[in-house]
């Protein structure tokens, strides 16, 4: 696979000479864990569904690491080719990518929410030449969809199915064989090792392009972000973190995969959201330090408040993906005992703004931190003018952890020649530099800190024969922050319910998070005298009441 990375080598130099770029990969890291502290815990995984939890000390894993790789060039896996895996936080997603890591493989995380529509796109432009699947994963059979979809993905050579039983299963050609111990293992583990500037994870994102965009990262980006993160949340070798948030979003990736990695600490993950459970992984693992969508610290708190069982290991609970209440910081302190902190980031590149945690607790719902070191943000009008305090504008970002650009789409790289990446991201800044969202140019949906690719869903329902003119918008909603409704105009005699709608998106096979949660039918859209349809309209439609129930 050739990567366009092109946004990487202009702030090479600046990057090295600033110490932002510390020309280290995961490799490093992992082999610093394998020296200092082998027989440490490193990594414990919990599968809801069946209770089984596996652990790992740091030998063991890698151990495990250098055996997948071998299983991994076996298949063919050569230096630069693209290892897709759809699998949830299953101790498998960390070893898969540390054993790309090991022979220059570059990893695709995709979401287990993801069906065949953003699938196939995504496998065929990132030309993945194997795909990793559970065989059933919350009821849904992803093998099946997987086979279905190989005979249309040239380039896919080969399924890996965790759980399978057939040659295919993920047992039988990565993690059964002792491969580390064939007699070419150590060549093969050596010889490719990526460098800090090669491409080393594939992750996409929705947009509003009509296309999901594949954001490419080297290590140098993601460790740029992931150190000083760190250290601003005081994170250290004897932190434990809990990740329940997907390790196929950039949230869990670097902070719940590599983060612990990096500081030789140990990571808990779990693969489906159950909150009781949480609370008795934290309770039992001793963590200390999670990081989630705000309706993640909704339910902790009310369950930890409902049961009676305490967190207190649990110092610092970091919330991203959308507002924070006001309400639910001052509860969650009280209930949680935790420091919540507020952050903003895309996956582009990583966490941008974080509060601090001398902050008061107030910074936390009033705004979106400030920048970490290494990144530098400014608020500009549509002409590229610095705006002053407090007044909205367009949100420019220059972070040593930008990525290397969209793979195969460098004019959407949204990057000018001093470095500034426009986010599509309305905001304000204070005196202390300290963001706030205030809105999205882009027109994507944020439900419970999943981006929806509202274009392409708008698309879609374009072509339902009964729809003239169609609008997603966002609503808020306490939980989530914000859930998705379209709304419609119809053509003369047409009719259309909201189940009409939900089994016409169905059969298109759209992931069931991507449909919108209501529908509303209007005479006429407002509009723009050209014929825009004008969003922010609907909007305080649905806000004061005047659409809909």
Same mark, same amino acid.
């Given at each position: ?13 600046? @990057? ?103 699938? @196939? ?429």
């Amino acid at each position: 696979m050739e990567f366009d990375a092109v946004l990487l080598a202009p702030r090479r130099a600046e @990057s090295i000479a600033r110490g932002w770029w510390h020309d280290q990969t995961i490799n490093q890291a992992l082999d610093a864990c394998l020296a200092h502290c082998p027989d440490k815990l490193a990594l414990t995984a919990l599968r809801v569904e069946s209770g089984e939890t596996r652990r790992f000390t740091w030998r063991e894993v890698g151990q495990l690491a250098d055996r997948i790789a071998v299983g991994l060039h076996r298949l063919g896996v050569r230096r630069d080719d693209v290892v897709a895996m759809q699998l949830p936080n299953w101790w498998q997603f960390s070893l898969m990518y540390l054993a790309c890591s090991r022979i220059g493989a570059v990893i695709n995380p995709l979401m287990p929410i993801f069906r065949e529509r953003e699938l @196939s796109f995504m496998l065929r432009h990132g030309e993945a030449r194997v795909l990793v699947v559970p065989r059933v994963f919350r009821g849904f059979d992803h093998e099946a969809m997987a086979r279905a979809l190989q005979p249309s993905l040239p380039a896919l050579r080969q399924l890996v199915v965790v759980d399978g039983e057939g040659p295919d299963s993920f047992e039988a050609l990565l993690g059964g064989p002792a491969w580390e111990q064939a007699p070419d293992a150590a060549a093969i583990l050596t010889a490719a090792r990526p460098g800090p500037d090669d491409i080393t994870q594939l992750i996409y994102t929705s947009g509003t392009t009509g296309e999901p965009k594949g954001v490419m990262h080297s290590a140098n980006t993601l460790m740029a972000n992931i150190i000083p993160y760190a250290e601003r949340m005081n994170l250290g070798a004897e932190d434990v973190v809990l990740m329940a948030s997907p390790m196929a979003h950039q949230t869990g990736f670097m902070y719940g995969l590599m983060m612990p990695v990096m500081l030789r600490a140990s990571a808990v993950l779990q693969d489906i959201w159950e909150p009781r459970r949480a609370i008795e992984l934290i309770r039992a693992e001793g963590a200390s330090f999670t990081m989630a969508s705000t309706p993640f610290l909704t339910d902790l708190t009310r369950h930890v408040q409902e049961s009676g069982l305490a967190v207190p290991s649990l110092r610092t609970f970091l919330c991203a993906g959308a507002p924070i209440p006001g309400p639910l910081v001052e509860q969650a302190r009280a209930v949680l005992g935790s420091k919540i902190v507020s952050a903003w980031g895309m996956t582009e590149n990583g966490a941008v703004t974080l509060i601090r945690l001398d902050d008061a607790d107030e910074r936390a719902f009033s705004t979106d931190g400030c920048a970490l070191p290494g990144v530098s943000v400014k608020v500009v009008d549509d002409q590229g003018r610095s705006l002053p305090e407090g007044e909205v504008g367009r949100l420019l970002v220059r972070a040593c952890s930008n990525f290397g650009g969209y793979l195969r789409r460098p004019q959407w790289n949204n990057t000018d020649a001093e470095g500034w990446f426009d986010t599509g991201d309305l905001a304000r800044m204070d005196a202390q530099g300290y963001i706030r969202i205030s809105g999205r140019s882009k027109d994507v949906i944020i439900r419970g800190g999943e981006n929806i690719p509202v274009v392409e869903i708008e698309s879609l329902l374009y072509r339902h024969p009964a729809i003239a003119q169609v609008a997603i918008v966002a609503y808020p909603d306490e939980r989530l922050g914000e859930r998705g409704c379209a709304v419609a105009v119809l053509k003369p005699g047409q009719q259309l319910g909201f189940a009409d709608m939900v089994a016409f998106l169905k059969a298109q096979k759209v992931a069931v998070q991507y449909i919108p949660e209501r529908l509303e039918v209007l005479p006429a859209m407002p509009a723009t005298p050209s014929g825009k349809i004008q969003k922010f309209r609907l909007r305080e439609m649905l806000r004061d009441g005047s659409l809909g129930g």
